[in-house]
């Protein structure tokens, strides 16, 4: 299993940039890597991925170096609402087995006025 | 997100008893998922299927079971609940050919 290490939690002020880590030391050769956003009593809601390199949408942006041991989730001026469990997922699911999945324990993400 | 619906949203139980959780979803999704996740912990998979004749074990499946019934119907099953199982517990959809799961609203269980 391709385990993550995602920091416990981070706080930051409105407007500014947030960059969380996630290490995944075991990452397979088609491993994806993927960043999902939870708020307290919900569900966790799909917020990017990659394979490599840099993917950027229109809420994040997400970096991988070229050893694909961590990626960087980056959320650019953040405000209130993005106060959230922040998720590192790292596993083949849509070819291979779904038991590889892994979740890491999360990052609590607390944005300050 | 309303296309992905778990019911009960709570449930209170006794030890012993055997309790279903339902997941429903519209979105035609061949791939569904059931995940429990306890307090200031991530995510776990219990069990998977890709399709209504494919059912596989995840991460932590002791104690559980479940059943496909259709394509939109996955329901996990708890034979006799014990205390440990009192959870939050997830379903989710995934797209053929896509990495992206979608989320229900969880169901809370509480095992007396």
């Known amino acids: 299993l391709a385990k993550t290490t995602q920091p416990i939690s981070m706080d930051s002020y409105e407007g500014q940039e947030v960059n969380i880590t996630c290490s995944h030391n075991?990452?397979?050769?088609?491993?994806?890597i993927t960043w999902y956003q939870q708020f307290p009593s919900q569900g966790p809601r799909f917020i990017i991925q990659?394979?490599?390199t840099k993917v950027t949408n229109e809420v994040a942006s997400l970096f991988i170096p070229a050893d694909r041991k961590s990626s960087t989730l980056s959320l650019p001026r953040v405000s209130l609402s993005d106060t959230a469990v922040y998720y590192c997922?790292?596993?083949?699911?849509?070819?291979?087995?779904?038991?590889?999945?892994?979740f890491g324990s999360g990052t609590q993400l607390t944005v300050l006025p | 997100d309303a296309d992905v619906t778990q019911t009960p949203r709570n449930r209170i139980t006794k030890t012993g008893k055997r309790i279903m959780l339902e997941c429903s979803q519209t979105?035609?999704?061949?791939?569904m998922y059931w995940y429990r996740q306890d307090p200031g912990l991530g995510l776990r998979l219990i069990y998977y299927?890709?399709?209504?004749?494919?059912?596989n074990k995840g991460e932590i499946s002791d104690g559980y079971s479940v059943s496909r019934q259709a394509q939109a119907k996955f329901s996990l099953s708890l034979e006799s609940a014990i205390p440990n199982q009192t959870a939050l517990y997830f379903c989710?959809?995934?797209?053929?050919?896509?990495?992206?799961?979608?989320f229900g609203p969880g169901t809370r269980l509480l095992v007396l």
């Open positions: 299927s890709f399709d209504v004749k494919d059912i």
């Open positions: 990659g394979y490599k």
């Open positions: 989710a959809t995934q797209p053929p050919g896509q990495e992206t799961q979608y």
């Open positions: 979105k035609g999704h061949d791939r």
């Open positions: 075991n990452i397979a050769t088609n491993d994806y």
């Open positions: 997922l790292v596993g083949l699911s849509s070819s291979g087995s779904a038991r590889q999945l892994t």
